[in-house]
């Protein structure tokens, strides 16, 4: 009677551990085992800029060029960035760490891009970087990309990063909110 | 006995229930969670079709320019593009989304590409995202992509992309047949 | 008595069966399931090396071209590479296989790229392609990127792989080290 109680709990015990062990791949709801929130800062050249620039058009369509956005929405245009990510919407506050890789407008009809991008840390507070790969649908309120892999404090990372438009002036400067959820931590 | 016979059948569904949660990584032959077939149609800018055009190059070699494909196996072009994906291979069917990114010519000697690109789906059937990477030997009847990840219907998707030309037209317009298998599933 | 020991074992069988299943996810130091070497060899086309070239600039900023690297640590060069992979440093080796795709310099202040490839293999050692993302701040020793995908051998590989710059010619010859750690092999 008591072993059978023993194998009751144990078996209970073994449902448990297996269930609590991965919840993720069995529950509807996901929690993210790491939440980050931070803003980084586009600034196009435009031929006048080349202080303040952090990104530059380096491919265009045969109807554009290097300096204005081509038109179509900008179809076409492949810009280069190394963007300061800040920890509130500041462009002026400390950057604690580099936004660095490639965009392309890829839609004649509206405004969407294609991303391809790194964050990368140096800091006290983090060491590594974190890769992103996923279609952006600026008009979008909320777009979510891929987090596709990590290093340093990052390492292995997997998980969505949520894109938001914060600010934007004209076709020069444009502010992006990235609230990161990593659902795989090493 | 009794609890003997018990422990036993409990060892057995012990083993079982961890083989059966993670086969793949178990078994020599790997069983997608999800597969999906799709075909896309990439209609590249010539100069002349600027209504129909779905992609357009945006770099080129010193060598090249952006209304014609480079020679030497177009090595070097770098075309953005945004094709109607179908679930039979008609172009004229109902786009049920869109595949989105850049290719790049990356050999001298024979016809390859590197892909980064991602499906975008926003019907009743699928919402959300696959995102895509790797290299694509085009003169192979299949090369596989990796699926590095996916949003919204397709969260943290990981897996296998096949790759395969249904058909093409001169230098302007192929088809390409996509068979997803996804491994990991959330 | 007697069942109340074997349902001990059974009990520490199952602890331990779980903790070595996933070892990387508990413990803090994580061992690569497979670990490879590799070199590869860049030769950037400059004008005059069209035979030897092995890459070529296709994106430009407004202030470059497409046969010398631009200044300010030529922000804003895209290129294109087909580059042979070898298993020592000798450029003359035998190649095993193609490290194909892009990279871009990203940084005005100081030489920094974002990389986008993939290594193709087809030889009896190695059939299949491991795919790469990340940053690479090509001023320190070593740099990681991530693995975030592979095919045929390298099935669903994730990983590092850690950059070193072996050897550099002016600004045409670079040969690198590349030392991928797989920590997911299926």
């Known amino acids: 009677m008591e072993a059978k109680r023993v194998i009751l709990a144990l078996f209970l015990l073994f449902l448990l551990s297996k269930s609590s062990a991965f919840p993720s791949r069995k529950s509807r709801v996901h929690k993210p085992c790491k939440r980050l929130v931070f803003y980084f800062h586009d600034i196009i050249y ?69 991303l391809g991008f790194s964050f990368v840390f140096n800091s006290t507070e983090h060491k590594g970087s974190i890769n992103f790969a996923g279609a952006d649908p600026l008009m979008n309120k909320t ?16 998980g969505i990063a949520t894109l938001m438009t914060d600010a934007f002036e004209g076709e020069v400067y444009f502010r992006l909110r990235v609230d990161i959820q990593l659902y795989e931590c090493w």
């Open 46 to 114: 435009n031929g006048k800029n080349s202080k303040n620039a952090t990104a530059a058009i380096v491919g265009a369509p045969a109807w554009g060029n290097k300096t204005i956005l081509a038109n179509q929405n900008h179809f076409g245009d492949l810009v280069v960035f190394d963007d300061p990510i800040t920890l509130d919407n500041d462009l002026h506050s400390a950057p604690i760490g580099r936004a660095q890789g490639i965009y392309v407008y890829d839609k004649k009809e509206i405004f969407t891009a294609w």
């Open 143 to 158: 777009r979510d990309v891929s987090v596709i892999g990590g290093t340093g404090d990052f390492f292995m990372a997997r």
